[in-house]
């Protein structure tokens, strides 16, 4: 191989190995450290987006999080209206039921200038890892 190509080979490989969000401020989406993202969130240095819908989220949510439905930040009639108020320089941990809905839009967030990153673990293991519910 010439040193050219390797070093395209090598470019592409770190792009590709990099993905998410491509902000300094935040690293990309996914093996989010929950400790430091529970310490971020509950000083308020971060933003936790939960992006369940509003039944999941009348049915258990965390304190700190503020709700935003994957089906309103998708549909950009309601997108707005749903992300006023939230900074493109706060910092914005995603979280959904599973981690699915959270990485997808964190990524769309990424996309639209946010500097979001997503928690993709299921609620259960965030409530074990110290995000706390409203007493019932």
């Given at each position: 191989?010439?040193l ?23 690293p990309?989406s996914?093996n ?34 503020r ?60 409530k074990?890892?110290?995000f ?5």
């Amino acid at each position: 191989m010439t040193l050219p190509l390797i070093a395209v080979l090598l470019c592409f490989s770190l792009l590709m190995a990099v993905g998410g969000c491509q902000s300094s401020a935040v690293p990309p989406s996914g093996n989010v450290e929950l400790a430091k993202a529970l310490r971020e969130v509950e000083s308020d240095q971060a933003l936790l987006l939960d992006v369940r819908e509003d039944d999941e989220w009348q049915a258990q949510h965390f304190i700190k999080a503020r709700l935003a439905p994957s089906s309103k930040l998708r549909d950009e009639a309601t997108r707005v209206a749903t992300l006023q108020g939230i900074s493109k320089e706060q910092k914005i941990y995603t979280h959904c039921k599973k981690g699915g809905r959270a990485r997808q839009c964190a990524d769309m967030l990424c996309k639209l200038g946010y500097h979001a990153q997503a928690l993709e673990v299921p609620y259960e293991t965030l409530k074990q890892a110290g995000f706390q519910e409203p007493v019932k």
